[in-house]
């Protein structure tokens, strides 16, 4: 079986002498062409993790291989990466051809071979017009287009991606991050991009790596991260509108579930929960707002009681409450259904995620 392209192995970073962590036993493999994010709230050890890969920040314990070669102790300049980061840092008294071909000069490049090397990747990018410009004369988009062009020019096996594109507008953004993401499909180079936008992160990459408070949750595709978090962070973390939580008293009584909450009854079919995950009757349910079906009774259903009601366009959002829970619900913009009146809604059991509300661990299959 042949090396990954990026492999941690417990990985930890801490100040102050062992007392204060900022990221905590840290075990990843990332595979040659895959674009990974590193996800989670602001302060969870993301930004450090990508440190320690580019070599800016040396681990205090653990190994870090690039294609099984070790390189903890390895100068950033000597790791063959390539960085943007979040500011662009471009040098506003160079043109965009000097600045992307900074780092050739600093390699002793002969002058022809750098001018290729420019002209290759700024028609890659799409900025060969604007190579005679200076910084100040772009736009916040084509200047992080020329921070793509320089990191990508040393013709890296490692792209860093260090929230490249927090200073853009919202439209702006979506139009930057999917450049990004054909860009990184078309010349197929091991990628990573840290970012606190969990929608972001799924849709630029085909893994996601989440943490939180310096540990790795869970590493998993996007799709897989939706449909099964492994932990109450997850789940609370991936989707928007994000997941529903509540919590339940669950019994079990010749094989068949039984979920006990605020506004009823729940049968959970037995084959999904996995009974030796099980430390106690208190569970939370996980049910995301798209995966309720109304009925018609409070027949093994949930009675909701409706706050208010967002018109989304194609559908609407059913702000609700379950006695201390708030909860919400997308239906059809063709449902009508009067605020004043009950909600009686019943779980599509196939994406219905039960945690023990001791661990935070999922105890579905």
């Known amino acids: ?10 990985v930890g970073k801490s100040y102050d002498g062992g007392k204060t962590f900022a990221v905590r036993n840290i075990n990843l493999e990332i595979e040659k062409g895959d674009f990974v994010a590193l996800l989670g709230p602001s302060g969870c050890g993301k930004s450090t993790t990508l440190m320690m890969l580019c070599g800016l920040y040396r681990p205090t314990e653990g190994s870090i ?27 506003p008294n160079m043109s965009i051809f000097e600045n992307i071909a900074f780092p050739l000069r600093q390699m002793h490049m002969k002058k022809a071979e750098i001018i290729e090397k420019v002209q290759h990747v700024a028609e890659i990018v799409k900025i060969t017009e604007y190579l005679k410009r200076m910084p100040a004369q772009l736009s916040g988009g084509q200047q992080q287009r020329v921070a793509m062009c320089r990191a990508l020019v040393k013709d890296p096996d490692i792209l860093l ?15 930057i991050r999917d450049e990004i993401k054909k860009l990184q499909e078309r010349i197929g180079v091991t990628s990573i991009i840290v970012t606190h936008d969990q929608e972001e992160a799924m849709a630029i990459s085909s893994h996601i790596a989440v943490i939180d408070q310096g540990v790795l949750q869970q590493y998993a595709p996007p799709d897989e991260l939706y449909r099964h978090p492994k932990n109450l962070f997850v789940a609370s973390f991936i989707g928007n509108p994000p997941m529903n939580f509540i ?13 006990v909450t605020e506004g009823g009854v729940l049968k959970i079919p037995g084959e999904k929960v996995d009974s030796s995950l099980l430390t106690g009757n208190h569970v939370v349910l996980g049910i995301r707002p798209h995966n309720f079906d109304l009925v018609g009774g409070p027949e093994d259903a949930l009675t909701l009681h409706t ?6 366009g194609k559908e609407n959002l059913y702000r609700c409450y379950m006695g201390d829970a708030k909860l919400r619900v997308i239906t059809p913009i063709s449902v009508d259904h009067p605020v004043s009146e009950a909600l009686y809604v ?3 059991y196939d994406f219905v995620s039960v945690f023990d509300k001791e661990t935070g661990n999922i105890i579905t299959k």
Do not use: W
């Not at 099984?68 to 960085?83: A, L, Q, S």
């Open 307 to 312: 706050d208010y009601i967002e018109h989304l």
């Open 346 to 348: 019943c779980p599509d």
């Open 65 to 91: 291989y690039f294609n099984g070669r070790y390189v903890n102790n390895v100068m950033p300049k000597d790791r063959k990466i390539g960085m943007v980061f979040q500011s662009y840092a471009l040098y």
């Open 161 to 175: 991606l260090d929230e490249p594109m927090s200073n853009l507008d919202a439209r702006l953004k979506l139009e």
């Open 1 to 10: 079986m042949s090396e990954p392209m990026i492999r941690l192995e417990n």
């Open 247 to 259: 919590d339940g008293t669950l019994s079990c009584s010749g094989g068949v579930y039984e979920c």
